[in-house]
């Protein structure tokens, strides 16, 4: 049984050449790891690399260690925030205590449930039998109502595995997000890594919004588009909770203000799920980002200001270390979104974060959706800030 | 321009209602999921996600009673697919059983010397788990005990009002899987009326064919029998013009042999197919007096010729209750199986001793049991002598008209063997229902 602590080491690079970036990152992060060959390495990248020549740069450091990664709106490491453009990150780590496993599929659009459940089997028969195991999920941000994949994992996983990651980003574009297992890109894909631990894991995940206005019932659903609030276009009862007049959010200037004022799905404890409504269609319909309000259930309207999501920072690392107080690692997940509320202080997140971690090294990326399963089967999120102690 | 967050009176106000509001809206999102039009496990598993996001709950399972009290899952949400099949504890002192027994729902913390608790919810990592009685313990009709089982991984206590809310929608979650299961039964008896309705139609057309088969047939036979007469003086004719003569008279005799059994062969057929769909047969169902439906078949036997078997009613025992069957039916399979024994030329020991046919409890239920120590049948031709379909050289098989009435008996819960005798020869049980029966069609 390994007992040894987990070691890790992490690394960014904003260099403009792919394999070079790849190399720098990957060098830099298999530093701490001494003679200790990586276990697991994690790539965390701005879509605009060359995606191929970037994993090859990394590989040639960190040699045929497990590797998954995803594009990304945005990667953090050790308090570092790289934003859109040419950033990568890497993570190298031994296996300490752990056992890792990865499973990936492509073209999973179809039938998520069972691409999660096969994703989480393989995975977990991968690592190995264990205790206690959490699985850290990564997908195509573009498939699809992503808490169908969610839940064909928890068939396999069951309440007792932590779930954590995010959907792959684009740099906020929306057209193409991938994922990647090994030498491998997938298209409209998914890759789960399962850590199998013989000592509790457990995911954690806040927000910072807050209600405002009254709650609305989802009329009319489908897919990741909500046609209706309370019998009435989504659009329109969208812009009377916040006080505009019918059609003030054009479809071209809704982004910038809906980001500001996501959705709350009320939860049995009082707390709230976020949805993020990322458009809306000239018939007033809203897309929300990777996952949906099903129909039936009251949504709110929510607020959040840059010091109200940067205060949840500092909860989520000490909750996340306080179920593995001897962590060597804190990943976190956190959302695009936020990065666009906080603008200019963007940065602070992740400088937040590592603060609070302390020692821990923190490293993760800006999703366009994020998974972390707390309470119960749902288990997507946006606008959250999500994190797993190692 | 954004709404204040209300604060004071008001905020209760609008705590009492958003409250209010997650009843009403958890009813909705249940029913939205209940209205779907989609498979029965599908509809399940989404009721079932439904109620673990409206209650936070990370196992959710509908349970359903069985015989003995036992318990078992209809649908589950959150158990892992590594987890051993689950058997729930029902056993008294379990918390199922005092959901059931005070009809209200229990909560309880998952605590390790907790003898009621349900182990597997304890290895699930549960800390708090509820076992809420659905409707008068029932699924929909009522007669079915039900329990719907939350557990949370988090030490969250359910509060009275999640209790009841989920209680209400539970039972909302069990008359959708009654509704189906009527449904489903409907679909099932439509089919069976359908397929019962085919086989009325290839019935009259069977009759239809039998009926206008005789007559062509009657005189085929007649002819050829005719024909069989008059071969000594043809086969003569033959073998007077010389050898060739001589060979072809020879086959003429053994040609018009085979077509003469061909037409008895024929001709048994047409009789079973008018006794199979003709009217009378199989004629309503209602209580029947074993012992008198067999005194009955005996005396439609003709008397016996000679060389054949006695057949004898034993009436040792107390009369046997009566059987839930269609008596013209019963009569006709009795009667049939009891000609089929006493007829020339079956393969006996000598000196062939007597059939008997008797009225008998087996399991329970009403029984006749017909005896035969003489017939000389293999453990091959046992297995067959029902099978409905035409037999192909000379075999020993009921025919047609027995066959399809035991048949018929077997969809309406009748259980149909035949077996050796320990002393010689063999022995046919047909045990038949008490009330309507279930059908018994993989005997």
């Known amino acids: ?390 | 321009m954004l709404p204040q967050e209300r604060t004071g009176p008001a905020a209760e106000s609008l705590g009492a209602l958003r409250a209010a509001l997650r009843d009403t809206t958890g009813f909705s999102r249940l029913l939205t999921v209940l209205s779907e039009d989609i498979p029965l496990h599908a509809l399940l598993d989404r009721a079932l996600a439904t109620l673990s996001e409206l209650f936070a709950s990370d196992v959710v399972a509908l349970l359903e009673g069985g015989a003995g009290g036992a318990f078992s899952p209809v649908a589950t949400l959150g158990l892992p697919e590594d987890l051993p099949t689950w058997t729930p504890s029902a056993g008294e002192g379990s918390h199922l059983r005092e959901a059931l027994r005070t009809r209200a729902p229990v909560s309880r913390v998952v605590a390790a010397d907790d003898p009621g608790m349900d182990p597997a919810l304890r290895e699930l990592g549960l800390q708090v788990a509820a076992w809420l009685p659905l409707a008068n313990g029932g699924i929909g009709d009522h007669e079915t005990p039900a329990v719907l089982v939350l557990g949370r991984c988090r030490p969250v206590a359910y509060s009275a009002g999640d209790l009841d809310l989920a209680t209400a929608l539970g039972r909302q979650v069990g008359l959708a899987l009654e509704r189906y299961r009527v449904k489903a039964q409907l679909r099932r008896t439509e089919a069976r009326l359908l397929e019962a309705e085919k086989l009325a139609l290839a019935g009259r057309l069977a009759l239809s064919i039998a009926e206008d088969a005789s007559n062509p047939l009657a005189y085929l036979r007649s002819n050829l029998a005719s024909l069989r007469e008059r071969l000594p003086a043809i086969a003569a004719a033959l073998r007077a013009a010389g050898a060739a003569g001589a060979s072809a008279a020879g086959d003429l005799a053994e040609l018009v042999d085979d077509s003469l059994e061909g037409t008895r062969r024929i001709g048994r057929l047409v009789d079973d197919l008018r006794k199979v769909v003709g009217p009378g047969t199989p004629g309503e169902f209602g209580p029947v007096d074993l012992r008198g439906a067999i005194a009955a078949s005996l005396a439609e036997l003709s008397p016996a010729g000679a060389g054949a078997p006695e057949v004898r009613q034993e009436r040792d025992d107390p009369p046997a209750p009566p059987a839930w069957a269609p008596y013209a039916l019963l009569r006709t399979a009795l009667t049939e199986l009891l000609r089929f024994l006493v007829a020339a030329g079956l393969p006996r020991t000598c000196p062939p001793s007597p059939i008997t046919v008797r009225d008998a409890v087996i399991e329970g239920r009403p029984a006749v049991i017909v005896e035969d120590p003489a017939l000389v049948v293999s453990p091959e031709e046992q297995r067959r002598l029902l099978d409905l379909r035409l037999p192909e050289g000379p075999a020993l098989r009921l025919g047609l008209a027995a066959a399809q009435a035991f048949q018929l008996l077997r969809r309406h819960g009748a259980r149909v063997s035949i077996s050796p005798r320990g002393a010689g020869g063999w022995m046919l049980c047909l045990v038949l229902p008490v009330d309507r029966g279930a059908g018994d069609e993989t005997v």
């Open chain 1, 1 to 390: 049984m390994p007992t040894a602590r987990l070691r890790v080491g992490a690394g960014v690079s904003r260099l403009q050449g792919s394999s070079q970036a790849g190399r720098q990152a990957a060098t830099s992060a298999m530093g701490p790891l001494g003679d200790e060959p990586p276990a697991l390495v994690l790539v965390f990248t701005t879509p605009r690399h060359d995606l191929a020549a970037l994993l090859a740069g990394v590989r040639a450091v960190t040699g045929p260690a497990l590797l998954v990664g995803a594009t990304t709106s945005g990667e953090l490491a050790l308090g570092e925030y790289l934003g859109f453009g040419a950033g990568v990150a890497v993570l190298a780590a031994t296996a300490g205590p752990y056992r890792f496993g990865a499973a990936s599929a492509s073209f999973v659009r179809d039938d998520m449930d069972r691409a999660g459940q096969q994703l989480a089997r393989t995975s977990r028969d991968r690592a190995g039998p264990s205790a206690h195991a959490a699985l850290v999920l990564l997908a195509d941000s573009l498939l699809g109502d992503l808490q169908e994949l969610v839940h064909g994992t928890y068939r396999v996983t069951g309440p007792r595995v932590a779930l954590v990651g995010g959907a792959a980003g684009d740099e906020q574009r929306f057209l193409r997000t991938l994922v990647f297992h090994g030498d491998q890109i997938l298209e409209q894909g998914a890759v789960a890594l399962w850590i199998a631990s013989d000592l509790p894991l457990g995911a954690v995940t806040r927000h910072g919004f807050r209600p405002v206005g009254n709650p609305m019932l989802v009329t009319r659903a489908q897919g990741t588009t909500i046609m209706e609030l309370g019998g009435r276009s989504a659009a329109a009862a969208y812009e009377e909770q916040l006080g505009l007049a019918p059609g003030a959010l054009p479809p071209e200037r809704f982004w910038d203000t809906s980001v500001l004022h996501p959705f709350g799905l009320r939860q049995a404890d009082g707390t709230a799920v976020i949805r993020v409504a990322r458009a809306r269609s000239a018939e007033g319909h809203l897309t929300i980002q990777g996952c949906l309000p099903p129909p039936g259930c009251a949504v709110q309207v929510m607020t959040g200001t840059p010091d109200s999501l940067l205060a949840v920072v500092p909860e989520v690392a000490a909750e996340a270390l306080a179920v593995r107080p001897d962590a060597a690692l804190l990943l976190a997940f956190s959302c695009a979104a936020r990065s666009r509320i906080l603008g200019e202080r963007a940065g602070e997140e992740p400088r937040r974060l590592q603060d609070a971690a302390g020692a821990v090294p923190t490293f993760g990326f800006y999703c366009c959706a994020e998974f972390a399963r707390t309470a119960g089967v749902l288990g997507t999120h946006n606008a959250t800030l999500t994190a797993l102690a190692l």
